[in-house]
């Protein structure tokens, strides 16, 4: 959760006995983000609170903490970045919202890499990559249940991977996995040091630098790929097109598209079909789309009811609205009016924001409100597209008080900005509690 500019953090008293003996309201608020069972961890004079809602988050036996921070303030590149060139030795935990994602650094180097995702288990991603199939992982996780080994050597012993296929396997999931957790830009990641005798798989650690690297490609080259392909369930098919000459890289997927026909195929199949990772299938899929050589199919779907706007997400725009109105009713009163209006006109028609699917063709009336008939239409787009109204509503609402709320750090006297703080915390605080 950010802090609002200019507002002070709320606090806990804890006497010299450990009770506490008081929260302030704000802080109960701040509170009730993120419930659930905490270990804390004493790090010098500060004393810091870590989910342990599941079994990777919180210290193992003989750990201790070293890095605790914000992925907003510390971006996953710059920190991976500055651990390997300190060599450093431990494991780095990264949280947002259920996803976690475990790194462990041996002497600055990656040994390994887990995930709470079934996704990203090695089982799974063995049959993305078309390696294996269903039934043949059940047969491995049998024999690793009953023999105690890991899927990777159950899979050898059965035959159904050679050694050095499985070898190329986990490279390619550990490349994947840290190229896919480098370009997460919210969350925490939590860093702790491990006991000497820390077990480390036998396999050889990749260098990180590599790794780096490696992330930082596929970001650029997948931001140029969304253009044209949105995702990986995107269904493409061969055009009529006269192939020409298909480079060597391209024909095994030109190939597959020749067989499937009209009929076209997701990335995710040709990924499958290929035995490659999706970001190979994506940049395969890419190049022929850009020679013309196939085609995205534009999939017609039944139409939905019509979007209704719940009478929790009408109150939630009402009381957002409310506190809109009292920071820009300060700004008027200290001669700044103009300004804000401007700066948050600005925010809302910005094409890179982060909210901007939402704020699209929003103003904001002669009361700094926002318009709300063109905030619903949007806002049933969007759940067309599978987003909940409720935690879209919220979510981009808070960063525009932050935004606005910041504008008025830059202009408002200290007092005048603290005063404004609290009240808009106030009427905040008569949300409805099921996403607040």
């Known amino acids: ?56 988050t919180a210290a193992q036996p003989g750990e ?170 995107a269904r493409l098919r061969r055009t009529a097109r006269d192939a020409g000459e298909v480079s060597e890289e391209d024909s095994p997927a030109f190939g597959y598209f020749e067989l499937m026909g009209q009929s076209g195929a997701t990335v995710a199949e040709v990924a499958t079909s290929l035995q490659v990772a999706e970001f190979t299938a994506t940049r395969l899929c890419y190049q022929l789309l850009r020679s013309g050589l196939i085609e995205i199919v534009k999939e017609t779907r039944p139409p939905g009811p019509p979007f209704k706007l719940a009478p929790a997400d009408r109150e939630r725009i009402d009381i957002f609205n409310l506190a809109f109105r009292e920071i820009r009713d300060e700004m008027l009163r200290a001669g700044h009016g103009d300004v804000l209006v401007d700066g948050v006109r600005k925010y809302l028609a910005d094409p890179n924001g982060a909210f901007a699917d939402l704020f699209r063709y929003v103003d904001v009336d002669d009361s700094g409100a926002l318009l709300v008939d063109p905030l619903v239409n949007n806002l049933a787009v969007l759940h067309g597209m599978g987003l909940d109204p409720a935690t879209v509503l919220t979510d981009a609402l808070n960063e525009l008080t932050f935004f606005m709320l910041f504008q008025c750090g830059e202009l408002l006297s200290p007092k005048a900005d603290e005063n404004l703080g609290r009240r808009v915390r106030l009427i905040h605080a008569s949300l409805p509690s099921a996403v607040r």
């Open 64 to 233: 201790t903490l070293a890095l605790a921070g914000d992925i907003a303030a510390m971006p996953l590149l710059g920190l991976m970045n500055l651990l390997g060139q300190s060599r450093e030795t431990g494991r780095v935990v990264v949280k947002s919202g259920d996803v976690e994602r475990v790194t462990l650094l041996k002497t600055g180097d990656v040994a390994s890499v887990g995930s709470n995702l079934p996704r990203d288990r090695m089982g799974e991603f063995l049959v993305r990559l078309g390696k294996i199939e269903e039934h043949q992982l059940a047969a491995a996780m049998d024999l690793a249940q009953q023999s105690g080994q890991r899927i990777g050597q159950c899979l050898v012993q059965l035959k159904l991977l050679q050694p050095h296929e499985l070898w190329s396997c986990i490279q390619e999931q550990m490349t994947e996995i840290f190229a896919e957790l480098c370009a997460w830009t919210s969350g925490s990641f939590v860093m702790y040091r491990v006991p000497a005798e820390h077990p480390f798989p036998q396999t050889p650690a990749l260098s990180m630098q590599h790794l780096l690297l490696e992330a930082v490609r596929r970001a650029d080259e997948m931001s140029v790929f969304r253009e044209r392909i949105p995702n990986v369930n």
């Open 1 to 56: 959760m950010r802090h609002d500019p200019g507002v002070a953090l709320p606090t806990l008293l804890v006497d010299r006995s450990g009770a506490i003996v008081r929260v302030e309201p704000e802080a109960r608020e701040l509170l009730k983000v993120l419930p659930g069972r905490y270990r804390l961890h004493r790090a010098g004079g500060a004393v810091l609170l870590i989910s342990d809602e599941n079994a990777v």
